[in-house]
């Protein structure tokens, strides 16, 4: 599939892995919708690069979303849409003090991270269906999972359940969608040097690299970013969960 011209909605876009996949879809040549609840930053990067525009959403809501998915439907075709909103919380099921995991901050993660991806993957999916097929493929829709999914840690609980379900989500919708000519794959990065990994200090940094077999470093934005704009082109890639990750396992703890 032709990235050029094509156009592109990416949630989470205003910063880390979505930033960065805005900007290279950008770079090839996609207009490309930004989807966030920061409107500050999602202004100021749409400002900064041709053809972009902002759209705020929360991607649990059904309507922000569908309005959202109007807008890049207006601009053209929309044949990439890529999910990177999302949370993590770390606690245990039952923490030392003996009490149990909060239900409420278990709901609210699985809510953001998997019922979020759903609702973009529906309705991009939705908008992709009624266009025009090019070489018989109308789409690719990209979902952001974890290894969290499959190497959970104390305290991941939350966090890796909505990561697997995104995982597990992958192969039935891929089928459920390749009679319209629609892809779907699923990124599951390792550590990567995000905003939440820039509050910690270097040492810390410098110790979760060295954990990573090769390359002993973190993963860059543009690292997810590239993958993203692979995966956009290489039209058999369907159905599968990639691991982005060095070759980590994470440890227990």
Same mark, same amino acid.
């Given at each position: 599939? =032709?990235? *050029?011209?094509?156009?592109a909605l990416v949630s989470g876009g205003a910063s880390g892995?979505?930033?960065?996949?805005?900007?290279?879809?950008?770079?090839?040549?996609?207009?490309?919708? &930004?989807?966030?609840?920061?409107?500050?930053? @999602?202004? =100021?990067?749409?400002?900064?690069?041709?053809?972009?525009?902002?759209?705020?959403?929360?991607?649990?809501?059904?309507?922000?979303?569908?309005?959202?998915?109007? =807008? /890049? /439907?207006?601009?053209?075709?929309?044949?990439?849409?890529?999910?990177?909103?999302?949370? @993590?919380?770390?606690?245990?099921?039952?923490?030392?003090?003996?009490?149990?995991?909060?239900?409420?901050?278990?709901?609210?993660?699985?809510?953001?991270?998997?019922?979020?991806? $759903?609702?973009?993957?529906? #309705?991009?999916?939705q908008a992709m269906a009624r266009t025009e097929a090019v070489?018989?493929?109308?789409?690719?829709?990209?979902?952001?999972?974890? &290894?969290?999914?499959?190497?959970?840690?104390?305290?991941?609980?939350?966090?890796?359940?909505?990561?697997?379900?995104?995982?597990?989500? *992958?192969?039935?919708?891929?089928?459920?969608?390749?009679?319209?000519?629609?892809?779907?794959?699923?990124?599951?990065?390792? &550590? $990567?040097?995000?905003?939440?990994?820039?509050? #910690?200090?270097?040492? /810390?940094?410098?110790?979760?690299?060295?954990?990573?077999? $090769?390359?002993?470093?973190?993963?860059?934005?543009?690292? $997810? /970013?590239?993958?993203?704009?692979? &995966?956009?082109?290489?039209?058999?890639?369907?159905?599968?969960?990639?691991?982005?990750? @060095?070759a980590l396992r994470m440890a227990p703890k």
């Amino acid at each position: 599939m =032709k990235i *050029t011209d094509a156009v592109a909605l990416v949630s989470g876009g205003a910063s880390g892995l979505g930033e960065a996949t805005v900007r290279r879809l950008s770079k090839a040549g996609a207009k490309v919708v &930004i989807v966030d609840r920061d409107e500050a930053r @999602g202004q =100021k990067l749409a400002s900064e690069l041709s053809g972009s525009l902002y759209a705020k959403a929360d991607v649990t809501s059904a309507e922000e979303v569908a309005a959202a998915v109007a =807008k /890049a /439907a207006a601009l053209g075709p929309l044949r990439i849409a890529v999910s990177c909103a999302g949370v @993590g919380w770390a606690s245990r099921v039952v923490n030392k003090e003996g009490q149990p995991h909060d239900l409420e901050l278990f709901r609210t993660v699985i809510t953001i991270n998997l019922i979020g991806t $759903f609702n973009l993957l529906r #309705l991009s999916a939705q908008a992709m269906a009624r266009t025009e097929a090019v070489d018989g493929e109308r789409g690719v829709i990209i979902n952001t999972a974890s &290894i969290a999914a499959f190497d959970g840690q104390i305290g991941q609980i939350a966090y890796a359940a909505s990561k697997g379900g995104i995982t597990s989500m *992958t192969l039935p919708a891929a089928r459920d969608l390749a009679t319209v000519g629609i892809r779907v794959m699923t990124i599951a990065p390792g &550590i $990567f040097d995000t905003p939440l990994l820039a509050i #910690l200090p270097e040492p /810390a940094r410098a110790s979760l690299a060295a954990g990573v077999p $090769f390359p002993r470093r973190l993963g860059s934005p543009d690292d $997810f /970013a590239a993958l993203v704009e692979h &995966i956009a082109c290489n039209s058999y890639l369907n159905g599968e969960v990639i691991r982005l990750d @060095g070759a980590l396992r994470m440890a227990p703890k």
